[in-house]
């Protein structure tokens, strides 16, 4: 999945000549936490809603406040690698620059709504957790298994603290006959959960 296909464009921004009050309203009015800074088009900073609650009463101008040279990341970099880019420099938010030119921004509301879709959550799904049987490659055996029975899996990973373990989220019309697939392998299933959204169908 790629930024240009999670960002938020247009993006609302502010010059550093503006007022820190026009930047405050301006947040309030969109409901936003960042603020990208442009002068002759070009990216030169952004402020944060936490910059404009703090200002110091002497601050006139967003150009007081701003973080210069935020760090950006390009339209077709993947939504993970935001993900990490973000948590490894514990910011919020990151602009989307293509040859110097502001193409939107990402933030960590994005990647979240990013990974709620791609684990199919949102979605009439089930998890599934299952015990495996002894034997090398369960993981593999699991997807072949789901996919002959016309599933579709979303995900699947072993518990950290029983590697026998494998939690799953997948999507079927009869989820029974996933059940007794998987259990016609060789593999204990020992919890259903449907999602929300399946339950509410």
Known sequence: MLVRNRMSHPVVTVEPRHAVADARQLLHRHGFRHLPVIQRQRLV???????????????ITVAQLMSPKPWVIAPDSSVDEAARLLRQRKIGALPVVENGRLLGIL????????????????????????????GKGPEQQVREVVQKARGELKWLHRDSRDASRLHLRLRARGIDDVVYALEAAGFAVTAVIASSASRRS
């Open 107 to 134: 933030t960590a509301s994005d990647i979240l709504d990013a990974f709620v879709d791609i684990s199919g959550v949102a979605q009439p799904t089930f998890r599934l957790v299952v015990a495996a049987p002894k």
């Open 45 to 59: 900073g952004i402020v944060t809603d936490r910059d404009l609650r703090s200002a110091p009463a002497k601050a």
